[in-house]
C-alpha cells in the first residue's frame, strides 16, 4: 500500500478512476482477500493442534517462555516464536489458502514431465497437490511442524522456493499475504496463550474438506476453550 501511494500522483486517473476510488478499491481487495483465507487457515491451524495435542502443549510451552503468563502476546513477540510459525507454515503446506493459483501464461514453448506446452499456453498450478508431493516431502500428508525448523528451515511462504508456494509466487502472488500472515500468527498465539482448547473427550476433529476457494473445512469446528491465565487479563477482551 505505502509503495502504489508513493507512485500514484493525487490526479493519476486509471480507466477513468481517481486516486482516492484506487486507493479504496485496493483497500477493499486486501480486506477480503485476507479476511476469509485468515479465518480459514486458523480454523486449520486449531483443527491440527487438537488433534496432534503434543504440539499444542509445546507451542503453549514456547510463548510461556518468552512471554510469560502476565501479560498478553504481542505482535512484536511473534519473531521469537519459531515454532508458532513453524506450526503456521506446516498448515499452509497442507492447507493452501488458496490450493489453485490464478491463470498464468507461458512465455515460451517448453516440455513440462513430457508435455509440450506452447508459448501462450494459459496455466494453473495444483498448489494443493505440489505441497504434498512425497516427492519432495518426507511423510507429505502427516502434520510435522519441525520440518521448518530442521530440513526446511529456510523456506519462507513468499513463493521463493517453487515445492512451497501457499500464497503462490511472482507479482500476482496473494496481495493480502503479509497482512493475513499478522492476522494468523498474533489470533492463534493469544488462543494458546490465553486458553487450553480442546473437543469433546475421546472425539478427533474431523478434518475433511469442504467446497471453496480458501479450501474451507466440511464440517464447523467447535471445541471448549478453559481460561489459563488471570482473571483480570480477560476484563480487556
Given at each position: 500500500?505505502?509503495?502504489?501511494?508513493?507512485?500514484?500522483?493525487?490526479?493519476?486517473?486509471?480507466?477513468?478512476?481517481?486516486?482516492?476510488?484506487?486507493?479504496?478499491?485496493?483497500?477493499?481487495?486486501?480486506?477480503?482477500?485476507?479476511?476469509?483465507?485468515?479465518?480459514?487457515?486458523?480454523?486449520?491451524?486449531?483443527?491440527?493442534?487438537?488433534?496432534?495435542?503434543?504440539?499444542?502443549?509445546?507451542?503453549?510451552?514456547?510463548i510461556d517462555h518468552h512471554v510469560g503468563k502476565q501479560r498478553w502476546v504481542?505482535?512484536?513477540?511473534?519473531?521469537?516464536?519459531?515454532?508458532?510459525?513453524?506450526?503456521?507454515?506446516?498448515?499452509?503446506?497442507?492447507?493452501?489458502?488458496?490450493?489453485?493459483?490464478?491463470?498464468?501464461?507461458?512465455?515460451?514453448?517448453?516440455?513440462?514431465?513430457?508435455?509440450?506446452?506452447?508459448?501462450?499456453?494459459?496455466?494453473?498450478?495444483?498448489?494443493?497437490?505440489?505441497?504434498?508431493?512425497?516427492?519432495?516431502?518426507?511423510?507429505?500428508?502427516?502434520?510435522?511442524p519441525e520440518r521448518f525448523m530442521t530440513t526446511h528451515v529456510d523456506f519462507?511462504?513468499?513463493?521463493?522456493?517453487?515445492?512451497?508456494?501457499?500464497?503462490?509466487?511472482?507479482?500476482?502472488?496473494?496481495?493480502?499475504?503479509?497482512?493475513?500472515?499478522?492476522?494468523?500468527?498474533?489470533?492463534?498465539?493469544?488462543?494458546?496463550?490465553?486458553?487450553?482448547?480442546?473437543?469433546?473427550?475421546?472425539?478427533?476433529?474431523?478434518?475433511?474438506?469442504?467446497?471453496?476457494?480458501?479450501?474451507?473445512?466440511?464440517?464447523?469446528?467447535?471445541?471448549?476453550?478453559?481460561?489459563?491465565?488471570?482473571?483480570?487479563?480477560?476484563?480487556?477482551?
Amino acid at each position: 500500500m505505502d509503495v502504489m501511494l508513493t507512485h500514484l500522483p493525487e490526479d493519476t486517473v486509471i480507466s477513468g478512476h481517481t486516486r482516492d476510488t484506487i486507493v479504496k478499491a485496493t483497500t477493499l481487495v486486501l480486506t477480503l482477500t485476507g479476511g476469509e483465507s485468515t479465518s480459514v487457515t486458523i480454523t486449520w491451524v486449531l483443527s491440527l493442534l487438537l488433534n496432534h495435542p503434543n504440539v499444542l502443549i509445546a507451542a503453549q510451552e514456547e510463548i510461556d517462555h518468552h512471554v510469560g503468563k502476565q501479560r498478553w502476546v504481542e505482535e512484536s513477540d511473534i519473531k521469537n516464536l519459531k515454532y508458532l510459525q513453524a506450526i503456521v507454515k506446516e498448515t499452509l503446506r497442507l492447507y493452501p489458502p488458496g490450493p489453485i493459483t490464478g491463470i498464468r501464461e507461458a512465455m515460451q514453448d517448453c516440455c513440462i514431465a513430457g508435455y509440450d506446452v506452447p508459448k501462450g499456453t494459459r496455466l494453473i498450478v495444483n498448489l494443493w497437490k505440489l505441497q504434498r508431493d512425497p516427492r519432495v516431502w518426507e511423510n507429505a500428508n502427516e502434520f510435522r511442524p519441525e520440518r521448518f525448523m530442521t530440513t526446511h528451515v529456510d523456506f519462507d511462504v513468499k513463493g521463493q522456493n517453487f515445492e512451497y508456494m501457499p500464497f503462490s509466487s511472482g507479482r500476482r502472488s496473494c496481495p493480502g499475504m503479509t497482512f493475513g500472515l499478522q492476522l494468523v500468527h498474533l489470533t492463534v498465539s493469544k488462543l494458546i496463550q490465553g486458553f487450553d482448547i480442546r473437543v469433546a473427550e475421546g472425539t478427533a476433529v474431523d478434518m475433511e474438506e469442504g467446497l471453496g476457494l480458501a479450501l474451507p473445512k466440511l464440517n464447523p469446528l467447535e471445541v471448549v476453550l478453559s481460561p489459563r491465565l488471570g482473571t483480570e487479563f480477560y476484563e480487556c477482551l
